[in-house]
């Protein structure tokens, strides 16, 4: 089995054409680039880089960040902790179902870290991992029936409650994206 985290262990993109091979990549990169927003707040360093190539607004400064991230998204205290199965109806998906997903492709999360197997990250990570193999029928399935079902939801939920820019501009980041890849899809 692969390790799902800290990134997605991949074998080599398949060759198609070296237009399709670029934006595959491209995409593949931003989600494991979104995957990030919610495993830890960022330091200094990614801070700053975040600011300058999303072109964010916000100029909260790290410590007001990292505050807001532990009040947010950490298991269990956070008020808006990033777990599907939090925010999917009764009897919807969730963590038993996008484990089974995982482990049908032959992916496991690494024991060391401590994230459930629904953590936005992870399957955000998850996504880039089918984008990178050209499994496009399961990257469509798994956009569908697990992250449109509750990450835009969940990003709108986030931009009400954060209390700083940055977790807003980065929660409609997220959601715009979402759409987005939701939208070439059904064209």
């Known amino acids: 089995m692969h390790a799902l985290l800290p990134l ?13 091979e670029t934006d595959n990549q491209e995409r593949a990169e931003a989600y494991r680039v979104l ?17 300058q190539d999303f072109s964010l607004d916000a100029q909260e400064p790290i410590d007001v ?27 919807g998906t969730g963590y038993t179902d996008v484990a089974s997903v995982y482990a049908g492709s032959d992916l496991a999360i690494d024991d060391s870290y401590a994230v459930a ?10 996504m880039s991992y089918l ?36 977790y807003r501009e980065i929660a409609d980041m997220v959601k715009d994206f979402l759409i987005s890849e939701y939208d070439a899809y059904i064209r």
């Open 8 to 20: 997605l262990t991949t074998n080599a993109v398949s060759r198609l054409d070296m237009n399709l």
């Open 131 to 166: 984008i990178e193999n050209g499994k496009t029928e399961m990257e469509k399935k798994f956009l569908v029936q697990h992250l449109m079902n509750w990450v835009p939801y969940y990003c709108e939920e986030v931009t009400r409650q954060a209390t700083t820019f940055f």
């Open 117 to 126: 197997p629904d953590h936005i990250s992870v399957e955000l990570l998850f």
């Open 65 to 91: 960040i990292t505050e807001e991230f532990n009040k947010l998204f950490l298991y269990p205290q956070g008020r808006i902790v990033p777990l599907e199965s939090l925010f999917t109806p009764a009897g």
């Open 35 to 51: 995957a990030q927003f919610f495993l830890a707040p960022p330091d200094e360093e990614a801070l700053a880089a975040i600011r």
